[in-house]
């Protein structure tokens, strides 16, 4: 069983910059593809982001592409999320996500870290 941790929300002003960060722990970590999702007040959660379990490949959703930047360090068991260029439209709360099948049952969720841009 996978239990993931995220940390690094908050508010931030338009414009600015967050590190999310979500650490693993009871898995083989470097076994699974990692994601990110978030979820808006009224609205279903949506893929943000996701990078292979080797690292070697990344995805992004249209709206964030060249802003958000997905890694991850398989020594320290943890996947980040770099925002730039923050906008209110990405004030959400996200949620750290592992499995072999992104999003779907069976992957493992994270409690989540609020996300707010202010304008």
């Known amino acids: 069983q996978v239990q993931l941790v995220e940390s690094g929300g908050g508010l931030v002003q338009a414009g600015g910059s967050l590190r999310l960060t979500c650490v693993a722990s009871?898995?083989?970590?470097?076994?699974?593809?990692l994601g990110w999702f978030r979820q808006a007040p009224g609205k279903e959660r949506e893929f943000v982001a996701s990078?292979?379990?080797?690292?070697?490949?990344?995805s992004y959703r249209d709206s964030v592409k060249g802003r958000f930047t997905i890694s991850r360090d398989n020594a320290k068991n943890t996947v980040y999320l770099q925002m730039n260029s923050l906008k209110p439209e990405d004030t959400a709360v996200y949620y750290c996500?592992?499995?072999?099948?992104?999003?779907?049952?069976?992957?493992?969720w994270g409690q989540g870290t609020q996300v707010t841009v202010s304008s």
């Open positions: 009871g898995g083989t970590f470097s076994r699974y593809n």
């Open positions: 996500n592992a499995g072999v099948l992104l999003g779907r049952p069976g992957s493992y």
């Open positions: 990078i292979t379990w080797s690292g070697g490949s990344s």
